[in-house]
């Protein structure tokens, strides 16, 4: 029965393969990503539909087990209420964003003199859970209260200190609210790439003012797309990737990778990570990323794929809210390993229905137990050209370390 079983399997599979390498020869990018999007819980289906008759047959000893952790810091938020307004004549700021979730109220200012975000909320868990992950992040109380005009348009007040004492008060008063049937995707890349999905957006209405340290900034106004000088939104998600090389250490890890098989990792500030196998066959595993002490993290699910004896990244999946980010990659994204290499991978990222949201390339380097990606961006024109690093350090497990020594890690390609 075993037997008949795998076979079913396997010609499923050679049927999906061949389906697929049709559509790659006769579809065009964004066709292929739609469907890749839609299609991706059936042909996940197909490789695990005997997941414990397959793992049976693949030996104990078949790949090393080595924790499966990313070379990068992606961020993707549901964010009920959002606000934004640029200037320019400030001394220091040149853009205030409003965040606003039931009990939380988080301020960004952007600070131009530094090129970094500030962050300022009313919640002190989420600035203790961002300032260990290396966010500049202050705890300081913000007011927010909703009303509406005299003329029924709604109407916003933010008012709180910055780091330096300065008062700020921001004063929003919303237009029209316009839905998009396709939503705006709006880009970033002062630090990264941060990606804003608003599906319904107003542009900021007259009376509209943000007063800093006394000096009144009103939205300016630009040639086009004046809604997005300064707008609101609400049911938007932000998602960023973040520059900067990660350090984890490997606590603990199995021996074997098997069904419900874990890794714990511990990370600087307090930062815990759980790396547990959610679905195993022998060729492809899904991993769930959890961040224990971070209750805003999405959830993360890494899908791996196994070739020349190592499993790599083909793709991961970002959820919040009902909200997707997807991160597709072609050829398999290597992971840190006892390996050192370089290679260039294509990445494409989608969002719910939009199937080609961002695309480029990434050149991979390894060295023993680290792993740096650098970014470029092809697409949209507005993130065209732009470059970053990313990356991971990790300190394995002790005997992991005792076997380095013993085979003379530096000799491995």
């Known amino acids: 029965m075993p037997r008949i079983a795998i076979s079913i399997c396997a010609t499923l599979m050679r049927s999906a393969h061949r389906s697929v390498g049709f559509l790659l020869t006769t579809c ?7 469907n890749r999007i839609v299609s991706i819980g059936f042909v996940s289906c197909l490789f695990f539909c ?38 320019t004549d400030d001394p220091r700021y040149a853009r205030i964003e ?33 300032a260990a992950d290396g ?21 916003f007040l933010f008012h709180f200190y910055d780091q330096f004492g300065q008062n700020v008060t921001w004063q929003f008063v919303a237009g029209d609210m316009v839905p998009h049937a396709s939503p705006g995707v709006i880009f970033y890349t002062h630090s990264g790439v941060t990606l804003l999905y608003a ?25 086009s797309h004046d809604a997005l000088a300064a707008f ?30 874990k890794w714990t990792l511990s990370g600087s500030g307090g930062q815990r990570r759980i790396l547990a196998v959610k679905q195993l066959s022998d060729t492809e595993a899904a991993i769930d990323q959890i961040d224990p002490n971070n209750p805003d993290v999405p959830q993360v699910v890494l899908n791996l794929v196994r070739a020349n004896g190592a499993y790599g990244v083909s793709s991961l ?25 370089k290679t260039t991978v294509t990445f494409t990222v989608a969002e719910n229905e939009q199937a080609t949201v961002a695309s480029g390339e990434l050149e991979v380097e390894r060295t023993t137990y680290a792993e740096h990606l650098s970014w470029r961006f092809d697409t949209p024109n507005s993130a065209r050209g732009s470059t970053f690093m990313t990356g991971v350090n990790l300190i394995p497990i002790p005997r992991e370390q005792a076997k380095c020594v013993n085979e003379d890690c530096s000799n491995l390609r």
């Open 232 to 261: 609101y939104a609400t049911d938007m998600t932000i998602s960023a990737i973040l520059p900067g090389t990660d350090l984890w250490n490997v606590e603990s890890g199995p021996d074997d990778i098997v069904q419900a098989a």
């Open 317 to 341: 999946s970002l959820e919040t809210h009902g909200n997707r980010l997807w991160i597709f990659f072609g050829p398999v994204l290597p992971l840190p390993a006892r390996q050192i290499d």
């Open 135 to 155: 966010v500049d992040a202050h705890a300081t109380p913000v007011d927010f209260a909703a009303s509406s005009t005299d003329d029924s348009r709604p109407l």
């Open 98 to 130: 409003a965040l606003v979730d039931e009990e939380r109220c988080d301020i960004i200012l952007l600070d131009k003199t530094t090129n970094r975000e500030v962050l300022y909320s009313n919640l002190n868990r989420r600035v203790d859970a961002l």
């Open 28 to 34: 065009n990018r964004r066709a292929v990503m739609k």
């Open 50 to 87: 005997h997941a414990t008759v397959m793992r049976a047959q693949v030996p104990a000893t078949a790949l090393t087990p080595e924790a499966p952790v990313l070379p990068m810091d992606i961020k993707f938020r549901h964010v009920p209420q959002y606000f934004e307004q640029s200037f």
């Open 199 to 223: 599906p319904r957006r107003a542009a900021a209405a007259a009376g509209t003012i943000l007063t800093i340290a006394g000096r009144e900034y009103r939205p300016e106004s630009t040639r």
